[in-house]
């Protein structure tokens, strides 16, 4: 059963794209085109069908990290199931698993609101994100092929393209953090892998206020060029020494945007 949805369709969550058109957005299959949510949230592996729960799931998760559901706004399972046209059941479910990925918060006499932006629940995630990149960034630099170095090239040359269009700055910044989704999932560790799309989808709030400007997406877009070149040159220690301070570059000015009100 599909569901009609006012901002998403499910069916075009694996829709065919165009070959001229955003290549390697999906890491499993370079031709399927998953929404940044439903990407993360089955791990990039989207199920040709998905279940009720997950279609609402995935639309309602769109809304949250795209902020057209800001931070603390109450998500109603009423209005939703109305909107969704199906019962309250699988609109509960779907909400239990955004609870689960951090998107949601839920208190019985309160209701579900969307998780809230702070300094600390940011550090905390990016903290976790680090640890994990200790591990995943040396091990993908020692098993990597062509291929996957062709990937990567293939990311960045689309990047380029979005990097001047403030409109499109929420899809260069999603597409920069696919690489490093890429670069953990050719690692080795489905477990790393997983934690890492988890943990994505509750930073990619984050992460878009760190590029709302030109010279900010650019910067990014520099230090991608430089890390696939030492990545090739199978540098492991500089790999990740050059990830870690990106990551400082972003992260401050995540934690201006979050003091400074957004």
């Known amino acids: 059963m599909y569901i009609s949805m ?11 794209v165009a070959p001229d058109e955003a290549l390697e957005r999906f890491v499993s299959s370079p ?3 998953a929404q940044p949510a ?9 199920p040709p069908t998905l279940t009720v729960r997950d279609q609402v799931a995935s639309v309602v998760a769109e809304r ?8 603390g706004t109450r998500v109603r399972e009423q209005l939703l199931a109305h909107e969704f046209g199906v019962s309250k059941a699988p609109v509960s479910e779907a909400l239990m698993l955004l609870e689960h990925f951090g998107l949601v918060e ?14 600390a629940d940011f550090e905390d995630l990016v903290d976790y994100r680090s640890t994990l990149a200790r591990t995943f960034v040396p091990r993908f630099v020692e098993k990597q092929t062509q291929s996957d170095q062709d990937v990567l090239l293939r990311y960045i040359a689309q990047m380029s393209k979005l990097v001047a269009n403030d409109a499109k700055a929420f899809e260069f910044i999603e597409l920069s953090d696919r690489c490093v989704l890429f670069i953990a999932m ?9 934690a890492m799309c988890s ?14 400007t030109e010279s900010q997406r650019r910067l990014f877009l520099n230090r991608w060029q430089e890390a696939s070149k030492l990545m090739a040159a199978g540098n492991a220690a500089q790999a990740f020494a050059h990830f870690e301070q990106t990551a400082q570059i972003r992260d401050t000015d995540v934690r201006n945007a979050i003091q400074g009100g957004q």
């Open 199 to 212: 943990i994505s989808l509750q930073l990619l709030r984050y992460f878009a206020m760190a590029a709302r």
């Open 31 to 33: 031709r399927l085109l």
């Open 106 to 119: 839920s208190s019985a006499r309160r209701g579900v609101f969307v998780s809230k932006i702070s300094v």
């Open 186 to 194: 050719q690692a080795g560790s489905r477990r790393i892998a997983q």
């Open 6 to 16: 006012q901002m998403r369709s499910p069916s075009s969550l694996t829709a065919q």
């Open 38 to 46: 439903a990407f993360r949230l089955f791990y990039a592996a989207v």
């Open 64 to 71: 949250i990290v795209e902020q057209q559901l800001a931070p």
